[in-house]
């Protein structure tokens, strides 16, 4: 299982990044995927999550109605339209699947929105 974040950056407040997650290894269809992430000294978090089939969405009250997650099964890879960034979500961001209860992540991208 294979998983590469990419799309990150530096951004002002207000604007918008797309980051991309690359998956290979494993049934891409069938997995549900999560991006999550991680600011120096806090946990990390769930922010949005993508169900396989029926590609139902789920988002973090924090993020919600400015992200966007999507999946293109052609090409195995999950997105994350970020839009109206705060520096609040400076942070690593990674992508995560759960296969037979072993959770595998990408290596992250850092994302970082100036004010």
């Known amino acids: 299982v294979q998983l590469v974040e990419s799309g990150g950056g530096l951004v002002q407040t207000g604007g918008s990044l797309r980051l991309s997650c690359a998956a290979s290894g494993f049934t891409f269809d069938d997995v549900a995927i999560g991006w999550y992430r991680q600011a120096p000294g806090k946990q990390r978090e769930l922010i949005a999550t993508i169900r396989s089939m029926s590609a139902t969405t789920n988002y973090a009250d924090s993020v919600k109605g400015r992200f966007t997650i999507s999946r293109d099964n052609a090409k195995h890879t999950v997105y994350l339209q970020m839009n109206s960034l705060k520096p609040e979500d400076t942070a690593n961001y990674y992508c995560?699947?759960?296969?037979?209860?072993?959770?595998?992540w990408g290596q992250g991208t850092q994302v970082t929105v100036s004010s």
């Open positions: 995560k699947i759960n296969q037979w209860g072993v959770n595998y």
